[in-house]
């Protein structure tokens, strides 16, 4: 069984910083791309940032310079260093993993449960 678990949200004033962390354990054998998304209140969920195996990176232009991605392999976990916060950065963030769990032959979406980032003005 796979799971994959977001932590590190929070309140935070605005140009603060906050580090989330997404790990995925259980029976994996190898993880592709990582991305995180967040969703604000009555919006749709939005690709902020992600991550491919080789380490190449891609962000949204909203928070281009101001968020960083990063994955530690080892751990199987990747970051998402957010400086600078905005009111605007509000949101729910989720973690997505594409991975190829053991004993299958094929790779599959697994989504965290979302941690709650709130920045105050």
């Known amino acids: 069984q796979v799971q994959v678990v977001e932590s590190g949200g929070g309140l935070v004033q605005a140009g603060g910083s906050l580090r989330l962390s997404c790990a995925a354990s259980?029976?994996?054998?190898?993880?592709?791309?990582i991305h995180w998304y967040r969703q604000a209140p009555g919006k749709q969920r939005e690709l902020v940032a992600r991550i491919s195996s080789g380490g190449t990176t891609d962000y949204a232009d909203s928070v281009k310079g101001r968020f960083t991605i990063y994955r530690d392999n080892a751990k199987n976990t990747v970051y998402l260093e957010m400086n600078s916060l905005k009111p605007e950065d509000t949101a729910v963030y989720y973690c997505n993993a594409v991975l190829r769990p053991r004993d299958t032959d094929s790779f599959a979406s697994y989504w965290g449960q979302g941690t709650q980032v709130t920045v105050s003005s």
């Open positions: 259980g029976s994996i054998f190898t993880i592709n791309n």
